[in-house]
């Protein structure tokens, strides 16, 4: 507690109070002590005196002003009818302090914090349904234009998009545009879960090569695995608001329409290629026009990729395989070369070229640490091989302590699959050889080595 006056006292020195001072001391102190034992009613005066009176002294008077007048609501609406009046005017209130936080705190230590602002406001709106979709709307997209950067929160984000669709199933909003919009917030949403990628690499290496963890690393590193999971689920539910309308049903004719006003605009071309093959509709014709003419507008690591998929489809398969590495090659930022390796080693998968599949995806890893999917798809390329290594059944069996070893490790670098990598481990973990098959073969604690494009070999757990 003295260090926070302390530090009330210094930001009142800088900004110039006088004899106000110790009464808006006085009054932070003790709403900051209610606030914090959640005696919300006891903490509402002193903070509407501190908000009045020097609303620039501490952030808190919003980040904690917000929950209040949240929590106010809440218990208001449950009293029905009766409770209406009052919670009326905490959401009137909880608008109008929004705007007295972009005035007073645009900034935030150091960094600016506009978007963020400006979005939980819009967030407020569509939680306690405080305006027309339209309204809400164009508030996010205020927010959105206005400080992209520190609109990054995902269920504002997410609802951003999602108000959106309302208004395009209203009829107000063309195809076109939901696409439109579409692919500019999920790429956003990758810029932000890229990032938090890009911080959990650093720990992870440093945990890889054998030196300990911070307590700030280690709370950083839970921080930044709840944040990515929760912009990963977010995303996921983004695409599949857009899946009934994104078919190449919808996508072929409507690129097709667009194409001639967009066939020098790399930023569409690209966008129309990615959506056509991640719907897997890169069959058709149009596709090849994109690629084409996205690569010989702008040769890029997408363009490039674009290009080894179309000879795969060709069976050109060393033409494919060096558009592929120069798609790699082409890329700059890691955690996009790991993403396109991925897909390589993905494609090699689903031809059975097991070998090529596990290089790829350990190349990904060495891009990004934290792709728990290249794990992933590295414990599957195992066990459906078991059937095909080792000499023995109980040898073929062992094959799936492998399997699961490369699952434990996706659960342990990204927290975004982890429940998913734990349960495939433990379904490998049941079809490796029991306690009595070890007891029965009696070879606890050999090596088992597996001559097939493995080329690994596993120890038999000991009694």
């Known amino acids: 507690m003295k260090k926070f006056l302390i530090l009330i006292a210094f930001l009142f020195s800088i900004a110039g109070y006088s004899q106000s001072a110790d009464d808006c001391l006085s009054n932070l102190s003790i709403f900051a002590e209610y606030y914090k034992v959640k005696n919300y009613d006891s903490a509402y005066e002193p903070w509407i005196q501190v908000r009045n009176t020097c609303p620039k002294i501490n952030v808190a008077i919003y980040t904690y002003g917000k929950r209040m007048l949240e929590t106010f609501i809440k218990e208001s609406l449950k009293k029905g009818d009766e409770g209406q009046a009052d919670a009326k005017k905490y959401q009137e209130d909880l608008l109008k302090l929004y705007d007295e936080w972009l005035i007073n705190f645009p900034e935030y230590r150091g960094r600016k914090i506009v978007g963020e602002i400006i979005s939980n406001k819009a967030q407020a709106m569509v939680d306690f349904k405080l305006a027309s979709n339209q309204e809400i709307y164009n508030v996010f997209n205020t927010a959105y234009k206005q400080d992209r950067e520190s609109f990054d929160d995902p269920k504002p984000l997410y609802n951003y998009f999602k108000v959106y669709f309302q208004l395009y199933k209203e009829g107000s909003v063309t195809m076109e545009d939901i696409f439109e919009k579409y692919e500019e917030i999920s790429e956003r949403f990758e810029e932000v879960i890229d990032g938090y990628s890009k911080q959990l690499d650093k720990i992870i290496k440093k945990e890889e090569s054998g030196e300990a963890l ?145 290089s790829y995806a350990k190349a990904a890893l060495e891009y990004q640490p934290s792709m728990g999917r290249a794990y992933l798809l590295i414990s599957n390329l195992y066990a459906s091989s078991a059937n095909n290594c080792g000499t023995t059944q109980f040898e073929k069996r062992a094959v799936y302590w492998l399997a699961a070893k490369e699952a434990r490790k996706a659960a342990s670098v990204d927290p975004t699959i982890r429940r998913t990598a734990v349960k495939t481990a433990e379904s490998y973990e049941g079809r490796a050889p029991t306690k009595t098959d070890i007891f029965t073969e009696g070879n606890a604690g050999t090596v088992i080595s597996f001559k097939c494009w493995i080329g690994s070999s596993v120890t038999v757990p000991s009694l």
């Not at 929760?230 to 667009?258: H, V």
């Not at 489809?313 to 070369?337: M, P, R, V, W």
Request: charged letters at 30%; one cysteine or more; aromatic letters at 8%.
């Open 214 to 358: 911070s307590s700030r690393e280690k709370s950083n590193k839970r921080a930044f695995g709840i944040n990515s999971t929760a912009s990963s689920t977010y995303l996921k539910n983004l695409n599949a608001i857009i899946a009934k309308e994104s078919t190449c049903e919808n996508l072929i004719p409507l690129y097709r329409k667009n194409l001639e006003e967009n066939k020098t605009n790399p930023v569409w071309l690209n966008r129309a290629a990615s959506r056509m093959d991640s719907k897997e509709c890169s069959d058709d014709p149009l596709f090849v026009e994109l690629v084409e003419l996205l690569h010989n507008l702008n040769p890029s690591a997408n363009s490039a990729y674009y290009l080894g998929l179309l000879n795969d489809k060709k069976g050109n398969n060393q033409e494919a395989l060096n558009f592929y590495n120069e798609s790699i090659e082409l890329e700059t930022d890691n955690i996009k070369k790991a993403r396109i390796s991925y897909k390589i080693a993905t494609k090699f998968k689903n031809t059975k070229q097991f070998s090529k599949s596990r």
